[in-house]
């Protein structure tokens, strides 16, 4: 009987939550990002194809870019990247590390170097919450984000961890709302997963 009635309370929860996702717009919020991940994604395919076949050798570049520059200033940059807005778009390390010494090494790598510089944006936004006037000004640029997290928390960084989402806008949001440290660490771990997903196109691409 307590089975039962923990079950029970178990799906009337899970109904719940579903009802909920869906009357704020959740799914179509995920559905719309979907849409929006795959134009980038076919545009950076187009990209290096063209690339490849009439301006310049993809492969060739990329072996003199790890020959030039040490993984370490490659790391370190795409680091400043993902801590800051996510400037510089993934895909193009994830090539790198696809012509590297030690492709799923430096994957790795750069999946720590993301996660780790989710982690100094989410502090940044903690941070901000501490000076008025910055608050103020993020509070305004970053409205939508911050009202989505708001609703959707662990849910939204979920969404930011694994599609092409800058995850540093969403760190951020997630610092200024106060979101549960804990709580972001483990869902950023997702972040991972992008990568080596990523990853299985990519390194047949370069």
Same mark, same amino acid.
């Given at each position: ?61 990329? $072996? ?5 520059? /040490?993984?370490?200033? @490659?790391? *370190?940059?795409?680091? &400043?990247? %993902?801590?800051? !807005? ?33 982690? $100094? ?5 903690? /941070?901000?919450?501490? @000076?008025? *006037?910055?608050?103020? &000004?993020? %509070?305004?640029? !970053? ?64």
């Amino acid at each position: 009987m307590k089975k039962d009635a923990k079950s029970k309370k178990k799906k009337s929860r899970l109904r719940l939550m579903h009802q909920y996702y869906k009357y704020t717009g959740f799914y179509s919020f995920v559905w719309k990002s979907l849409k929006k991940a795959i134009l980038p994604i076919v545009l950076f395919v187009g990209a290096l194809f063209a690339l490849d076949r009439f301006v310049i050798d993809i492969e060739d570049t990329l $072996v003199m870019v790890t020959e030039t520059y /040490s993984p370490m200033v @490659i790391l *370190s940059i795409f680091f &400043a990247s %993902e801590s800051l !807005l996510g400037l510089i778009p993934p895909e193009l390390f994830i090539a790198w590390a696809g012509k590297s010494a030690s492709p799923i090494l430096y994957l790795s790598f750069l999946a720590v170097a993301s996660y780790a510089g989710g982690i $100094v944006s989410y502090h940044i936004g903690r /941070s901000i919450t501490k @000076i008025p *006037s910055v608050h103020e &000004a993020m %509070e305004l640029k !970053l409205a939508q984000h911050i009202k989505n997290t708001r609703k959707w928390g662990g849910f939204l960084i979920i969404v930011g961890a694994l599609l092409p989402i800058p995850f540093s806008i969403t760190s951020i949001a997630a610092g200024i709302i106060n979101f549960p440290f804990s709580s972001y660490l483990m869902f950023g771990l997702l972040r991972f997963v992008r990568f080596y997903l990523y990853a299985l196109v990519i390194f047949e691409m370069v």
